[in-house]
């Protein structure tokens, strides 16, 4: 097998269900989740196996969801054949990760700089990366058919990894840095509009 194919040389790359320019909002949508699945991997290596067993299952389960992400947004037209991977129970469990970390880390009143361990600063560029993903994906469900799913899915996961650098930095005795110039934002872990 070839890696290479030629099929590309003149700007255009295969999605299911057709060819399109590799501009397009859906393949920038799906290339920035490829683009986030690798730097889910890096923070993989940045993990201790002991202390972060139950991190690393998650982002490894991550993993496998993105890609499923990444079909369905490189889907021009779901059908029987190729029905939609994404499901809620994805987003769900997320939440419940999302709710259990909030009470693991340490209390927050201020955003935060990203960075800390190098584990947890990976795990705030994959948050950054997420959002930039999410934002290509509702452009891309406000001119194109695709599985809403995946835009929560996204929502969901960029807070996820918000929650869980917090947990690698406290599990490694390593203080979030305030943002010095920030109001109280933050109660309980929640912004003030969520209240």
Known sequence: MK?????GDEGKTSVIGGRLFKDDVRVEAYGTTDELNSFVGQ???????KLFSDILAELEKIQHELFDCG???AM????????YKAKQEMVDFLEERIDAYIKEAPALERFILPGGAPAAATLHVCRTVTRRAERLATKLQSESETNPIVLKYLNRLSDYFFAVARVVNARLHVADVEYERSAL???????????
């Open 43 to 49: 923070a993989v290596t940045q993990l201790d196996k």
């Open 76 to 83: 021009l037209t779901a059908s029987e054949k190729h029905p």
């Open 71 to 73: 079909g369905d947004l």
């Open 3 to 7: 890696l290479y194919t030629r099929t």
């Open 185 to 195: 934002v933050f109660r309980d872990g929640k912004r003030k509009e969520d209240k």
